[in-house]
């Protein structure tokens, strides 16, 4: 599954290269199930538990891109 990070960093990437999904999830190996689970997953625990995300914020670099944990 991928993280709560990963799945607005990967919709960025598609509105700001304007490509269609299919071709970003191909080149790193994402199986579209396993991106539309995890989009899924993640938007249903927002809703669940709304008081545990808030203040929770994905960082974001100057380039308008979403900075992952990992840098």
Not at 24 to 42: A, D, M, T, V
Request: glycine share 4%; net charge negative.
């Amino acid at each position: 599954m991928l993280s709560k990070e990963e799945v607005p960093e990967i919709i960025s990437y598609f509105d700001s290269h304007k490509i269609n999904r299919s071709d970003r999830l191909q080149e790193p190996g994402i199986s579209h199930w396993n991106f539309y689970k995890s989009r899924c997953y993640h938007l249903e625990a927002e809703k669940s538990c709304p008081h545990d995300s808030m203040g929770s914020f994905i960082e974001q670099k100057s380039t308008g891109e979403y900075a992952s944990n990992q840098e």
